[in-house]
Antibody
């Protein structure tokens, strides 16, 4: 069974930092491009970042570029998101999501999400 | 970026009824469109990809159609389990973008 489990969310002050993790099981992690997608409270979905299977290609949304860093450790079956210089508008549930293999960038499995709250 | 606009924002439907949700792209996305269902407190779940292909475990009452800029998701006979928010997402252009969602609620 495919499972993705996020952790690391919490309350942080504006300007602060937070590191999210996503542990996966049930599939060969190193074969898949992985992503972070977020959802502000009561709002829609926003793609945040993508990392290819061997970390050779990395992309960010303009809203987080220069502040967030995506990474992965294929040996540990884990995906990460380092978030710096956090703003109130970064408050959201952060989901890790698996991109469908050998196809377009849409997402066939999602974790349950971890809530990040940026507030003073 | 490609702006995805869904309509209506909210749809009130009785169980057993047929319902159609719309998604419009600000420029052509070919058939590179997916639909997701999200229930309260849960992660989104992939329903449809490539505009009309049902994902694994998607019930046959869900169907997608369209290409270019106009897309629809049809639920042939609404079940109690189908009351949720539905999102479309284009993956033809970078960055991938989502619509704002359509909430299907019980009438």
């Amino acid at each position: 069974e495919v499972q993705l489990v996020e952790s690391g969310g919490g309350l942080v002050k504006p300007g602060g930092s937070l590191s999210l993790s996503c542990g996966v099981s049930g599939f060969t992690f190193s074969d898949y491009t992985m992503n972070w997608v977020r959802q502000a409270p009561g709002k829609g979905l926003e793609w945040v970042s993508t990392i290819s299977s061997r970390s050779s290609h990395i992309f960010y949304a303009d809203s987080v570029k220069g502040r967030f860093t995506i990474s992965r450790d294929n040996a540990k079956n884990s995906l990460y998101l380092q978030m710096n210089s956090l703003k109130a508008e970064d408050t959201a549930i952060y989901y890790c999501a698996r991109r469908v293999r050998d196809s377009g960038t849409y997402f066939d499995y999602w974790g349950q999400g971890t809530l990040v709250t940026v507030s003073s | 970026e490609v702006v995805m606009t869904q309509s209506p924002v909210t749809l009130s439907v009785s169980p057993g009824e047929r319902t159609t949700l719309s998604c419009r792209a600000s420029q052509s996305v070919s058939i590179n469109l997916a639909w997701f269902q999200q229930k309260p407190g849960q992660a989104p779940w992939l329903l449809i990809y490539d505009a009309s292909t049902r994902a694994t475990d998607t019930p046959a009452r869900f169907s997608g159609s369209g290409s270019g800029t106009e897309f629809t998701l049809t639920i042939s006979s609404l079940q109690s389990d189908d009351f949720a928010v539905y999102y479309c997402q284009q993956y033809n252009n970078w960055p991938v973008t989502f619509g704002q969602g359509t909430k299907v609620e019980i009438k």
